[in-house]
């Protein structure tokens, strides 16, 4: 399943379990044996980062499926851009394919995942060419269906345009009422023939619109994927987590062990959260400092941090939150104000660090302390190093 949180808190696994030996010292003159029927210890959470750029790809197709492009960093413009970029017969192929629903589009994400990583977009596509049809079939799909409720035979079955098999999965997914058509008409068409309309519409898009931007966003999620990767060397599972979202925190009651990471350019400030057996999978929005290689720009989250202290229905949440956490539904009342204006406020309070919000039976939002005179501090350094440059300058004058 996946899901995109409207106040930007959108919602894989390699879990690795290592058996704690249970180690008992017995006197020379002890001769009982023992065998321990415990169950292996439980690992605490684990995190990995990894740097899968054929996500942006993927992305950008997802976001042609949404309606308001206007909250993402990018804009509607730029996504206006690529469409007209794309040919004719690229657009037929991305017809054909049927996949019209962001939602199934979302399923090629646990394929991108299972790769290795820092696998470039031109890999992945050859890759995808050497999988079979049923098997790309099948893992659109199963990340959408309750597994309680259908099983694998079920889903290969219905891949296999078993009418049956079809009217289970699609009533397992009856709560994404907009999904059923598309899943019918998916399943009813010749594996062969859906696989070959996908590459073609895949390679089509990659080489018309995507490919001569592909370097605008790489040196930029490996830039954060490195740094990330330092951070799960030097920091909790847990504060990695929050570091990397702008603010998620997971419930320790909620049952997630393993975590990954992958940074994405085009989601911007969003994070897209979806899960592959036991593994949670945050696509979570590349970092301010990671997007822009110019020393005398400012930072990104300077800037972000200020334009949401500038608002005061913002400044009346952060001090709500100081009180102590709050719900959603909390904040709409303590603002007096439309379900839509406050998330719209939450995302620019999140995006700028400066708000957490705990994932768990119920989401709940607190104050990120300190950040405020963290941004204080970072502005105050920028500017004087304005005043060191200008005095490095004019002493190279001078010679």
Avoid at 38 to 51: D, H, I
Avoid at 387 to 392: D, L, R
Wanted: glycine share 4%; aromatic share 6%; hydrophobic share 40%.
């Amino acid at each position: 399943m996946f899901e995109l949180i409207l106040d930007n808190t959108a919602l894989f696994e390699y879990h690795r379990t290592r058996s704690r030996k249970t180690h008992t010292t017995m006197t020379a003159t002890s001769t009982p044996k023992i065998r321990d029927l415990t169950r292996p210890a439980q690992k605490g959470l684990t995190v990995e980062v990894a740097s899968h750029p054929a996500t942006d790809l993927l992305l950008t197709l997802m976001a042609f499926d949404w309606d308001d492009l206007t909250d993402y960093d990018l804009g509607p413009d730029w996504f206006d851009e690529l469409k007209e970029k794309v040919t004719e017969d690229t657009r037929q192929a991305l017809e054909a394919t049927t996949l019209k629903n962001s939602k199934l589009w979302s399923g090629f994400f646990n394929l991108v995942a299972t790769g290795p990583e820092g696998e470039t977009i031109s890999e992945f596509l050859l890759r995808l060419d050497e999988i079979g049809a049923m098997e790309i079939r099948k893992t659109l799909v199963e990340h959408l269906v309750d597994h309680d409720r259908v099983d694998a035979a079920t889903i290969s079955a219905a891949a296999l345009g078993d009418e049956e098999a079809i009217d289970a999965v699609v009533a397992c997914c009856s709560e994404l009422v907009d999904l059923s058509d598309d899943l019918r008409t998916l399943f009813r068409r010749d594996p062969e023939e859906g696989k070959r309309d996908l590459l073609k519409a895949l390679n089509g898009f990659y080489r018309e619109a995507f490919a001569p931007i592909e370097a605008q966003f790489a040196g930029a999620i490996e830039r954060d994927a490195r740094a990330k990767q330092a951070m799960v060397a030097t920091m909790s599972p847990e504060r990695v987590i929050e570091e990397a979202t702008n603010g998620i925190t997971i419930d320790p009651g909620s049952g997630v062990r393993s975590v990954l990471l992958v940074p994405t350019a085009v989601l911007r400030p969003w994070v897209l959260i979806l899960e592959h057996r036991e593994t949670r999978i945050f696509v979570y929005p590349v970092a301010d400092e990671h997007m822009t290689t110019d020393p005398d720009a400012p930072s990104p989250w300077i800037l972000k941090t200020y334009k949401a202290l500038s608002d005061e229905k913002r400044i009346r949440v952060l001090r709500r939150l100081a009180a102590g956490p709050a719900s959603f539904q909390d904040l709409v009342e303590h603002l007096d104000s439309a379900k839509s204006t406050v998330h719209h406020h939450l995302r620019v309070l999140r995006s700028a660090r400066l708000v957490r919000v705990s994932l768990g039976a119920d989401k709940e939002y607190s104050l990120r302390r300190g950040v405020i005179g963290e941004a204080a501090k970072a502005l105050a350094e920028f500017v004087e190093a304005g005043a060191s440059q200008n005095k490095e300058n004019t002493d190279v004058s001078d010679e």
